[in-house]
């Protein structure tokens, strides 16, 4: 135990991480009181001003890039500029971690799932899923919810808690912040929706480059195990049909392992989005979302322990 405590102390980036993921379980920071929610209204404000209905399509893409870039760079040098300011970097870091991190959220979401869809409450199920989905939830049905459950769960744990200690242990508390800010603006201005459907493209290729690493790192991870071999052969035959490369690796490789049928169409403001059907043949239901859960929160906790021994190691090449 007093080596434990000696190694956090001589190490300031594991300190701050394991403090932030402390804190953040403690004090999790309200979805409805999050920051980033008024990083969204300002990002919708925005889009209002220079997406207009009437350009044509380079120019909604361009326009969507210089919006894209004038928000997520305006905070990015801010955060450098605090950086040199601050007298305890460890510290500093710990914040923004706290910030980014995702991880209570996304686990008492999925609880709550779990337990709306045991009991068939399709309403509770519907109006839970309808908060964090792009996706028209009000017509979906009992199947409909249960992938459309199963896909919130494991793009949560991705993007709100491998892809942020990913960047945070590439990048520091300011990588972490700002793939989380990048992660916001692509959902805020997803193609999926008729206004942004040019606009937002710009936003959803620069996260799937962020996404990319990440999320297929953690989709090897979900494979290893039973029916390890069945996932890690399907990620090849299904895992590129998907529209982005990190989030289809990650639904084939779950799929596969616990054999659930997942994609399929989606419907997206009274448009029908025809998706790639990816994984098994078994409907998802309470028993697999449950599954999902345990597997993704074990994978989650293997990820903490690697990645502390790197920050170690990599600490002491240095």
């Given at each position: 135990?007093?080596?434990?405590?000696?190694?956090?102390?001589?190490?300031?980036?594991?300190?701050?991480?394991?403090?932030?993921?402390?804190?953040?379980?403690?004090?999790?920071?309200?979805?409805?009181?999050?920051?980033?929610?008024?990083?969204?209204?300002?990002?919708?404000?925005?889009?209002?001003?220079?997406?207009?209905?009437?350009?044509?399509?380079?120019?909604?893409?361009?326009?969507?890039?210089?919006?894209?870039?004038?928000?997520?760079?305006?905070?990015?040098?801010?955060?450098?500029?605090?950086?040199?300011?601050?007298?305890?970097?460890?510290?500093?870091?710990?914040?923004?971690?706290?910030?980014?991190?995702?991880?209570?959220?996304?686990?008492?979401?999925?609880?709550?799932?779990?337990?709306?869809?045991?009991?068939?409450?399709?309403?509770?199920?519907?109006?839970?899923?309808?908060?964090?989905?792009?996706?028209?939830?009000?017509?979906?049905?009992?199947?409909?919810?249960?992938?459309?459950?199963?896909?919130?769960?494991?793009?949560?744990?991705g993007r709100q808690v491998i892809g942020v200690l990913f960047w945070y242990g590439l990048a520091g508390g300011i990588g972490a912040l700002m793939y989380r800010l990048a992660v916001s603006l692509a959902?805020?201005?997803?193609?999926?929706?008729?206004?942004?459907?040019?606009?937002?493209?710009?936003?959803?290729?620069?996260?799937?480059?962020?996404?990319?690493?990440?999320?297929?790192?953690?989709?090897?991870?979900?494979?290893?195990?039973?029916?390890?071999?069945?996932?890690?052969?399907?990620?090849?035959?299904?895992?590129?049909?998907?529209?982005?490369?990190?989030?289809?690796?990650?639904?084939?490789?779950?799929?596969?392992?616990?054999?659930?049928?997942?994609?399929?169409?989606?419907?997206?403001?009274?448009?029908?989005?025809?998706?790639?059907?990816?994984?098994?043949?078994?409907?998802?239901?309470?028993?697999?979302?449950?599954?999902?859960?345990?597997?993704?929160?074990s994978r989650v906790i293997i990820w903490l322990v690697v990645q502390s021994c790197l920050i170690i190691l990599f600490q002491g090449a240095f």
């Amino acid at each position: 135990m007093n080596d434990l405590l000696a190694i956090l102390a001589n190490n300031s980036t594991l300190l701050a991480m394991w403090g932030a993921i402390a804190l953040h379980w403690l004090i999790a920071i309200p979805q409805d009181l999050h920051p980033l929610n008024l990083w969204q209204r300002l990002a919708i404000m925005l889009a209002s001003r220079v997406n207009k209905p009437n350009d044509n399509r380079h120019q909604r893409l361009l326009s969507g890039l210089l919006t894209w870039s004038l928000m997520w760079l305006t905070v990015l040098i801010m955060l450098i500029a605090c950086k040199q300011l601050v007298w305890i970097d460890a510290l500093f870091d710990l914040t923004l971690l706290w910030f980014a991190l995702g991880w209570k959220n996304i686990s008492q979401l999925s609880h709550q799932l779990i337990k709306a869809y045991s009991a068939e409450n399709k309403t509770l199920c519907r109006r839970l899923l309808s908060t964090t989905l792009n996706r028209q939830t009000e017509s979906l049905s009992l199947l409909g919810l249960g992938k459309a459950g199963a896909e919130t769960q494991l793009l949560g744990y991705g993007r709100q808690v491998i892809g942020v200690l990913f960047w945070y242990g590439l990048a520091g508390g300011i990588g972490a912040l700002m793939y989380r800010l990048a992660v916001s603006l692509a959902r805020v201005w997803s193609p999926t929706r008729k206004q942004y459907v040019f606009f937002g493209y710009p936003a959803i290729r620069i996260l799937a480059v962020l996404d990319i690493v990440p999320l297929r790192l953690f989709a090897l991870l979900i494979a290893l195990g039973q029916n390890g071999k069945v996932a890690l052969r399907s990620l090849w035959q299904q895992g590129e049909t998907w529209q982005l490369p990190g989030p289809g690796w990650l639904l084939v490789a779950t799929g596969n392992k616990l054999s659930l049928s997942l994609g399929g169409p989606a419907i997206y403001e009274d448009r029908k989005l025809e998706r790639p059907r990816l994984g098994g043949k078994i409907a998802p239901a309470a028993l697999h979302l449950a599954q999902i859960e345990q597997v993704a929160k074990s994978r989650v906790i293997i990820w903490l322990v690697v990645q502390s021994c790197l920050i170690i190691l990599f600490q002491g090449a240095f």
